[in-house]
Structures are given as structure tokens and as C-alpha cells.
């Protein structure tokens, strides 16, 4: 273990991280403001993914098609608030994760209909393909910084939004107490749905900017998910700098753990059974670190208060 | 944040009190119509049917009851399972021995998971237990002197003190059927007793229950322990069943198909649980026979159960009846 | 509506005609439909039906129907549609799975229930070994197969130094214990990561670290996908020599397209076999489902003509079991890969090839025959097998 790779590790723990929040950060959003458990994040993820594929075939330009699959995934999205998810703001967490796990049922098996189940992919933009040269010997993947920077600069606006700008004051106070800022006059109605639209925006973002590093397929949003609900959770639902903290912590610890756990296990056990117990501790620590949070903070790092 | 319960309508003396007994009755006579069909697929699935009503009877009693919504409830299952498995590949098959080995290893298991979870709340619970639940999926993956990944098969069925009576299909569904009639009796018996009043108080307001002097922690512990338990046995009546056992039981996917087994039915009512647990997988056997794109059908029909039939299956037979009782 | 009324009566009219005239041989198939993996799954249906659509619609004379039931890759789920198969539906045939942990749950239902099972994939080592069973025939390989191949060709080609890496499951073990029965040389890293890993990039700084001769990966369906992308991305696919085994194949090719160029695979066939017969099937198989057949269709193709060319030998019979399976022990048929036979644990003894993936003229990819590595190869565990 050398000092070079654990740098390079680090730094492939924060562009995790990175990821892990570009899709995060709409979760927590619309959970955070509204009140309202968005499993169908996912999907909406993968959606995004499938249509920047789309649209890249149909145009050859990879920006085109991030824009278009933006635009399209934001009117599926408001047509879905409109049919299903607006009468839901008021029901009870466990009705939005059945009727949510539906609309993911759904469309996993929907999108295997239209673009069939075998993974398809989105290429890299031709002069952002390369590689740069970080220290000798170790090459680092440009794409891999495009989404570092990306993810910083998503978490720039949000953070720009929701402290410089009216709306994002609402949010902040729909978040403390969504009740008291509709007693206030505020159409919370509208509000959510800009909110919900701008998730949905999030979502299918991180879908498009992650499809040229992994495969387009049916069922690709439902792992990520689980991870995106970790990351809040630990963070504190609702809030957007304990996303942001958690899902580089998560990253980190994820990692380097699969990176090291073998490594460190052979210090205290023969290498055979090191390297079949090192990546199952590598699996769970995520869970692990999950677990211990909770434990001490039951309600993650940076509880929103109010609720 | 909205309470993540429902409450109960208030239910008069009404048809629908016959409900359990009615479903009971039902799957008492199963076998007989099975007889006429084609037999040993009918009685397993039925039987499986059975054991899944099981574990979702036990997340309905602290979920509905308790307002413990445990994402990692297939957690249970399979430790119950791999209780049955592992003293299989070891060569001990007797119930009398595997039985409370998987009920007392869901026990610990659901005592110091719970011990932990319980401090946390709402949505912060639903988490924790699905890491817990992560995290026994990943150790039995790794279990490689059982299989791993892929599972073991079980070469017999448990035994009776030599006996083999669980091989005889029948008999077996009986048994199952007898397991599933002792565990609604036990949580409803639970439910109506003075710990089960504490324990719904806890849901409804927990800081009235502790300042009346009860250790609400306690009392939900208890419960959370009850319900592993109940678990448990559904895992080792799993085993049985499928004559395998797998880590794909306790994925987090099926903890979520068990939650929406409770509502399918209609939280809350302990018997909505088997109503769901029937509902469910007949719908996956029956909709899945029709069409590849099965799951096209499914889930919009969870949608609209949501939107339309608030109560699941149970709250909408309740409507029906109660609009066709007022003429 | 009189119209509609009238061809319904007469096709009922027809199937009861039908029905009289020789009772269907019912083939079930169980396969993963669900879920990403459902490629794969659809390749062996889709293999199937090509193959009973070219031979009429008939198996060995007998009119076939197919029940294709979707396991969703739940062992419990499988076990049951395999025994609504067996009971409610008496096939003669199963025909399936893709996973081994599927094949593992469904085994005892379907051979205790009298019926016959056909892997089209899924060669688990028990099965070929101890467990083997009279019921029980294999069209693909043995599990560890493939991945020997890799590990013969790295030995052969002098390689110093190879990093490999698999999954953490039991199919992963066995792919690394297979590569490394043949490979002598230096492992720089052996590799398990969790099953469905997304991003590689810790694993790829180690391999740039370690600067190997060779990588050989085993990484199926998404996970290959990538591995291949971020492999290629990491500039590591110009240094670096890509070994693997069911990770750059027919079913992940659309998605890795170009990353996947000049990169190795170990396999018993490729769509380029040069053989009159699988021409023919490659060319119908893209006419009719519009992509490239990997082997999962090549394999549940043959086992379609494995049981019409037994059906042929018994005259249509499936009820005196003995006679069946003494047919189908002698293969009679002409299989895609060219030479075919049983061996004693009915799991096949055949050609394996290093194959290399290709772009071809109009556009998509396939992995082409690059050499010869194994000639009429048995799997070590047959000695095991108490049949003989």
C-alpha cells in the first residue's frame, strides 16, 4: 500500500461521493420539503439515463441530448405529479412507498418494452474522453473530473438557491414546518410542484451525466436508491449540506474499504480467508457506519429542526 | 411530518368480524378443491402463500399496531431459514431441535437489532433496520461452507423424532396452516391485552405513555422481539417449503414485498396481512402465467389501491359491505 | 363480429383436431424474464422458439407447446413455477435456468417429478461431480470452463504477471479457482467485489498500480458493462491485456460497442463458427429478433434439437424414460459448435476457443474466434459422477 494509491483511492472515495450526491440531492429536496418519500427517485434516475440515449442517437450531440432528456424527464415528471404523486402529498409515508414502488414496477419493466432489456450506453463527449496525468504512473479518467465538478457545482446552486433566492427561503421554512408557511398565504401546491419538478430535473441530471461510466439498464436506479436513502438518512433528512457531507463520507468509506479491507484483514488473518470475509465487511460497512450514525444521532449529522 | 400510521376506522359489530374466521375456513378447505387440480403445485402454493401470511402478520403487529415500520423484516425470514439449513448440512433435521434454534436465533437477533433501532424514529427506523437487514444479507452471502450466493438445497424435510410427517404434502399444509392460525391468535390475543394497549399507545403518543410511568422503550422491544420471532418461524417454515435456502430471501427487495403485503391487505387488522400475503403472490403466479410484462399490470394496480382503496383489500371490502349493508 | 365468430370456432375446431391427432410434447421453459438480467433470459427463449419455428412448430414429429414461466431470480419463485410445470402442466421436458442458484433450487422438484431438465447454461460443479443425476443433461458447460480457457492461453502466451478479479459468490470463486488451474505464473492481485458493483475506479487504480501483463475479469451483465467502459476510460486498455469470461459477449456488446475492441473471452462457440448450420442460425436469429445471438441462444437452440433428435429416435415416446434418456446420451443431433458429445455425467465434451471481439461491417459488435485452446475437453469433476 503505497502513499500514491491511497491518494489516488481518496480521491476516487470523494468522486463517489460526488456521484452519490448528484442523486442524493433531489431525494432529499423533495423528502425535506415535501414531506414525501420518493422512491420513484430511481427511476427517474434511470429514465434520464434512457433518454439522453435516446436523444443521443437521434442528434449525435451529447449536449443536445442532455438538454432534450432534461426537458423530457421534467414533463414526464410534472405529468406523473399531476396524475399520481399530488395525491399523495398528504397521505402517510408508508402509501408513497407502496404507490412509489408501483410507478418503479412500472417503469422498470416499461423502459425493458420500449428500448429493450439488453444495457445500452452513452459515449463520453469526444473532448472530454481523455485521461490527464496526475503523478507518474497514474492516469485519471477526464469524465470522472466532469462529474467531480459537476456535482460541486450542482451543490453550489442548490446552496445559492436555497439561501439567496424567495423560493429557497420557502423551502428552508417548508422544510422546518410546511404547515405554518401555508397558514402564511403561500400556494404550497405551486411550490411543490417547482420542487418536485427541480427533483426530478436532479435526478435525470445525475442519470445522464453517470450513463457514460455505467450501464443503461432496466433496474439501474433501484440499487443506486437504496444508497441515495443511506445518504440522506445519515445526513439528516431535509438537509442539503448533510447530504452533501454524507454521501462524500459514504463515498470515502466505501472506497477505501474495498480498497484496504483485505489489505488490513491479512495483518490479523491468513490471506485465503482474508479475501473472502474482507469484501463482505467491505459490502456492509456502508450499513455499518449507517447503524453507528443513527445510534448516536438518531435523527443524522444535521437534523432539520422542527420535525 | 404526517403520522405514519393509519388509523383505524371505528368498526361496528359488523359481517366483516366473521372475516378471519371466513379466510381460516377457506384455507382449511383449500386442500380439498386442490385435490381436483393439480396437487402438489396448488398445495405449495398455497402453502407458501401461508408462510409468507406469517411473516407479514408479524410486521403488521408492529407496524400496524405499534407504527414500527421494519424495512428489514426479511431479515427474520431468513435467519429462521438459515437456522434449518445450516443444522440440516450438519445432519440435524428434527423440529424439536431446529424449531427454537431458529426462533431463539431470530430472537437475539430481533433483541439487539432492536435495542439499537428503537432509539431512532419514522423514517430514520425504516432505514436502520434496512441496514441491519443489508447487513445479514451480505453475511449469509458470504457463508461459504452453506453455499454463499447460491444457497443450499435441504435434502429432507425436517423431521419428528425420526418421523418424516412433513414429507406428506398434506400433512404439511396442515402444519403450516395450524403455525399461521397460532400466530394471528397469539398477536391478536397480544394486541387486546394490557401490553398491547401500552404498545398502541406508544404509536399514538409516546410521550403520554412514558409520563404515565411505562418504559415505552421496553414495551416496544418486546414487541419488535415478539415479531422477529414470528419471522423466524416463516423462515423455517420457508425452508421447508422451498427445500432451499437462499440469501435472496432476506434481500431488502423482499422486506419491501412484505410491507406491501400489510397494505395490500389492509394495515392494521392482522388478518389484512394474509388477505395481502394471498393477493400478492397469487397475483405474481397469476398475472406472471398471462404475460412477461407482468409487471406493467402490478404496478399501476398498487397506484391505485393507494389513491382509490384506501385500507387495501380489507378497507375496500369493508366500503362495499358497509355502503350494500345501508341499502 | 360474425367474422370473428366464425374463425374462432374454426380454429377450436382445429386444435381439437389437432389434439386427437397426437398429444403436444409440453417443454417447459424456466428463465429470468425480470430484472437486468432479463437479456440473458430472453436469449434462451428466444433460442427455443427460433428453433421450433425452423423444424414447423414439431419436436422429434410432435407438435410442440412451450410454457415459459419467469423465475424473477428468486430461488422460492423458481421452485415453484417448476412445479407448476411438472404438475399442473406435465411436461416432459424443463428446459433452463440461466443462474447456477437457480439451478441448484429447481433440481430436486423437476428430476423427483419425473421430468427431464436441460441446462442451457448453468453447468454447476456438484452436478457434474457427485451429485450428477440421470435426469439431468447440460447443452453449455461446466461452470469452470471458460474461465480455463483464459487461464490455458495466459500460461501459453508466457504471461508474467495477471491481476484477476470476480464477483463475491460462489460462480466467482469457481471462475479464479478454474484460471488459476492452468495459470502458473504471478497473480499481482486476486480481487472479489460485491455482486452488482458499480464503479470500479478502486479497482483500477490498483491494476495501474501494479501494472500487470494481463487482467482476467470475470463480471457478468451489468457489471461487465462497467468494467469494460471504466477500463477503457482509465487508459488502461493499451497497457494492459483484458482476459475474461462472460464479460464482453453478444448480450453486453450493444452497451460496451467500441470500449470492448480487441478485448478476449473464453467460450465453446462465436457467432463466426464456420459451420454451414450455424450460419443459418445466426442469420435467422437476427432476421427474427433483430440482434446478435450469444451463446445462451446458441445453447437452449441445441438443446431444442438435443430433443428432437432423441424424440426421433424413440418415435415421439417420452413415457419409457430409460429409452429417452439412452437417445439423448448419444446426441443425435448436428449442434451448432460442430463436434458434440456426452460425456458419462451427461455434461458435454467440446471445443473451447479464445474469442475476440470484433466490429463488424454493418455496425454492431460480436466476439470472433481468435484460436483453438481446448479440442474435445471433459470437465475434471465427471470422475466424480457415480453414473456411467
Redesign the interface.
Known amino acids: 500500500m503505497s502513499l500514491s494509491l491511497l491518494f489516488v483511492q481518496t480521491l476516487n472515495g470523494l468522486q463517489f461521493g460526488v456521484l452519490l450526491f448528484l442523486i442524493a440531492a433531489g431525494l432529499t429536496l423533495v423528502f425535506g420539503v415535501m414531506d414525501f418519500i420518493n422512491l420513484a427517485h430511481g427511476v427517474q434516475y434511470m429514465l434520464g439515463a434512457y433518454l439522453a440515449v435516446m436523444f443521443y442517437a437521434l442528434t449525435g450531440n451529447f449536449l443536445v441530448a442532455l438538454v432534450l432528456a432534461l426537458a423530457a424527464a421534467l414533463v414526464f415528471g410534472l405529468l406523473l405529479e399531476f396524475v399520481v404523486f399530488r395525491h399523495l402529498y398528504e397521505r402517510d409515508h408508508l402509501e408513497q412507498v407502496i404507490a412509489t414502488f408501483g410507478i418503479i414496477m412500472f417503469l422498470n419493466q416499461g423502459v425493458k418494452v420500449v428500448w429493450g432489456a439488453a444495457p445500452l450506453s452513452l459515449p463520453i463527449p469526444e473532448m472530454l474522453s481523455g485521461t490527464i496525468v496526475l503523478m507518474p504512473g497514474i492516469l485519471y479518467p477526464v469524465w470522472r473530473l466532469v462529474i467531480i465538478g459537476s456535482g460541486l457545482g450542482v451543490g453550489l446552486i442548490l446552496y445559492l438557491l436555497v439561501t439567496q433566492t424567495r423560493v429557497g427561503m420557502l423551502v428552508r421554512a417548508g422544510a422546518t414546518n410546511a404547515r405554518i408557511v401555508s397558514a402564511l398565504g403561500v400556494d404550497i401546491r405551486r411550490l411543490f410542484m417547482i420542487v418536485f419538478g427541480f427533483g426530478t430535473m436532479l435526478a435525470a441530471f445525475a442519470g445522464v451525466m453517470i450513463a457514460p461510466i455505467l450501464s443503461v439498464e432496466p433496474g439501474m436506479g433501484d440499487g443506486v436508491l437504496i444508497l441515495a436513502f443511506v445518504v440522506i438518512v445519515i445526513g439528516g433528512i431535509g438537509s442539503m449540506r448533510g447530504a452533501f457531507i454524507a454521501a462524500l463520507l459514504i463515498g470515502l468509506v466505501d472506497t477505501l474499504g474495498r480498497s484496504f479491507a483485505i489489505d488490513i484483514l491479512r495483518l490479523v488473518m491468513p490471506p485465503s480467508p482474508a479475501r473472502t470475509v474482507g469484501p463482505a465487511i467491505a459490502s456492509m460497512l456502508i450499513y455499518v457506519l449507517m447503524a453507528l450514525v443513527l445510534y448516536f444521532r438518531p435523527a443524522g449529522l444535521f437534523p432539520v429542526r422542527g420535525r | 411530518m404526517t403520522d405514519t400510521t393509519l388509523i383505524a376506522p371505528q368498526r361496528k359489530p359488523h359481517a366483516l368480524e366473521l372475516a378471519p374466521v371466513f379466510i381460516f375456513l377457506v384455507l382449511a378447505l383449500a386442500p380439498v378443491a386442490a385435490a381436483f387440480g393439480p396437487e402438489t403445485y396448488l398445495l405449495g402454493l398455497f402453502t407458501r402463500v401461508m408462510v409468507f401470511a406469517i411473516a407479514a402478520l408479524a410486521l403488521d403487529f408492529i407496524c400496524g399496531y405499534g407504527g414500527l415500520v421494519s424495512f428489514g423484516h426479511a431479515a427474520f425470514v431468513g435467519i429462521g431459514a438459515y437456522s434449518v439449513g445450516i443444522l440440516s448440512a450438519h445432519g440435524v433435521t428434527d423440529i424439536l431441535i431446529s424449531l427454537p434454534v431458529a426462533l431463539a436465533a431470530s430472537a437475539i437477533f430481533a433483541y439487539l437489532t432492536g435495542t439499537v433501532c428503537l432509539r431512532t424514529k419514522s423514517v430514520y427506523f425504516i432505514m436502520i433496520t434496512l441496514a441491519f437487514g443489508q447487513m445479514v444479507y451480505f453475511v449469509a452471502g458470504s457463508l461459504a461452507p452453506y453455499g454463499g450466493d447460491d444457497g443450499m438445497t435441504l435434502q429432507v424435510r425436517s423431521t419428528l423424532l425420526g418421523f418424516q410427517p412433513f414429507k406428506n404434502d398434506r400433512v404439511f399444509y396442515y402444519a403450516v396452516l395450524l403455525f399461521l392460525l397460532a400466530a394471528y391468535l397469539a398477536c391478536r390475543a397480544i394486541v387486546a391485552s394490557r401490553f398491547g394497549r401500552v404498545f398502541r399507545g406508544a404509536k399514538e403518543n409516546p410521550v403520554r405513555m412514558a409520563t404515565i410511568g411505562y418504559d415505552v422503550f421496553k414495551y416496544q422491544r418486546i414487541a419488535y422481539v415478539i415479531a422477529g420471532m414470528i419471522g423466524g418461524l416463516a423462515g423455517f417454515l420457508l425452508a421447508n417449503v422451498v427445500e432451499f435456502v437462499s440469501p435472496a430471501y432476506m434481500s431488502w427487495q423482499r422486506s419491501g414485498e412484505l410491507i406491501i403485503m400489510v397494505l395490500f391487505g389492509g394495515i392494521g387488522t392482522l388478518y389484512g396481512a394474509i388477505v395481502g400475503a394471498a393477493a400478492f403472490l397469487l397475483l405474481e403466479d397469476g398475472l406472471g402465467s398471462i404475460t412477461e410484462n407482468w409487471k406493467l399490470i402490478f404496478g399501476p394496480m398498487l397506484v391505485l389501491i393507494v389513491l382509490f382503496a384506501r385500507g387495501g383489500v380489507v378497507g375496500l371490502i369493508e366500503r362495499l359491505t358497509g355502503r350494500a349493508g345501508r341499502g | 363480429m360474425v367474422k370473428v365468430l366464425m374463425t374462432s370456432v374454426a380454429a377450436v375446431a382445429l386444435l381439437i383436431g389437432q389434439a386427437q391427432a397426437q398429444e403436444k410434447l409440453k417443454i417447459g421453459v424456466v428463465t429470468t424474464?425480470?430484472?437486468?438480467a432479463?437479456?440473458l433470459g430472453?436469449q434462451l427463449r428466444n433460442g427455443l422458439q427460433l428453433a421450433i419455428k425452423n423444424s414447423d412448430g414439431k419436436l422429434g414429429g410432435r407438435e410442440v407447446q412451450l410454457i415459459?414461466?419467469?423465475d424473477e431470480?428468486?430461488?422460492?419463485?423458481a421452485?415453484?413455477?417448476a412445479?407448476?410445470l411438472?404438475?399442473?402442466?406435465k411436461v416432459d421436458f424443463v428446459v433452463g435456468p440461466i443462474f447456477?442458484?437457480i439451478l441448484?433450487?429447481i433440481?430436486?422438484?423437476v428430476t423427483d417429478?419425473g421430468a427431464i431438465l436441460i441446462s442451457p447454461n448453468a453447468g454447476?460443479s456438484n452436478f457434474a461431480g457427485k451429485d450428477c443425476n440421470a435426469n439431468f443433461f447440460v447443452t453449455s458447460y461446466q461452470n469452470d470452463q471458460n474461465h480455463e480457457v483464459m487461464g490455458k492461453y495466459a500460461q501459453d502466451a508466457g504471461m508474467k504477471k495477471v491481476f484477476i478479479m470476480a464477483p463475491?459468490?460462489?460462480?466467482g470463486?469457481d471462475s479464479l479457482a478454474g484460471f488459476k488451474r492452468f495459470f502458473k505464473g504471478e497473480l499481482a492481485d486476486?480481487?472479489?467485489?460485491?455482486?452488482?458493483q458499480?464503479?470500479y475506479?478502486?479497482?483500477l487504480?490498483?491494476i495501474?498500480?501494479a501494472?500487470p501483463d494481463a487482467v482476467f475479469v470475470f463480471l457478468p451483465?451489468?457489471m461487465g458493462?462497467?468494467f469494460v467502459?471504466?477500463f477503457r476510460?482509465?487508459?488502461?486498455a493499451d497497457k494492459v491485456k483484458f482476459l475474461s469470461a462472460f464479460t464482453v459477449d453478444e448480450?453486453?456488446l450493444?452497451?460496451?460497442?467500441e470500449?470492448a475492441l480487441g478485448f478476449f473471452g473464453g467460450a465453446n462457440w462465436a457467432p463466426n463458427l464456420d459451420n454451414p448450420q450455424n450460419k443459418k442460425f445466426v442469420a435467422d436469429y437476427e432476421k427474427e429478433y433483430n440482434?446478435v445471438p450469444a451463446t445462451y441462444a446458441f445453447q437452449s437452440y441445441d438443446a431444442a434439437l438435443l430433443i428432437d433428435g432423441a424424440l426421433k429416435a424413440t418415435k415421439g415416446n417420452t413415457a419409457d424414460k430409460d429409452a429417452l434418456r439412452a437417445a439423448m446420451m448419444k446426441a443425435p443431433f448436428t449442434s451448432l459448435r460442430g463436434a458434440f458429445k456426452f460425456n458419462t455425467n451427461h455434461y458435454p465434451i467440446q471445443d473451447f476457443y479464445q474469442v475476440k471481439v470484433a466490429a463488424r461491417a454493418d455496425g454492431k459488435f460480436q466476439t470472433e474466434i481468435d484460436k483453438k485452446v481446448f479440442a474435445n475437453y471433459a470437465d475434471p469433476y465427471a470422475k466424480d459422477c457415480p453414473m456411467k
Open positions: 424474464l425480470s430484472g437486468p432479463a437479456v430472453q415459459v414461466e419467469d431470480l428468486k430461488p422460492d419463485v421452485v415453484s413455477k412445479k407448476a411438472i404438475d399442473r402442466d447456477s442458484n441448484v433450487a433440481m430436486k422438484p417429478g454447476t463475491n459468490y460462489p460462480a470463486k486476486e480481487v472479489y467485489v460485491p455482486l452488482g458499480l464503479d475506479s478502486a479497482e487504480s490498483k495501474a498500480a501494472s451483465g451489468g458493462v462497467n467502459k471504466q476510460q482509465a487508459g488502461l448480450s453486453t450493444p452497451a460496451q460497442k470500449a440482434a
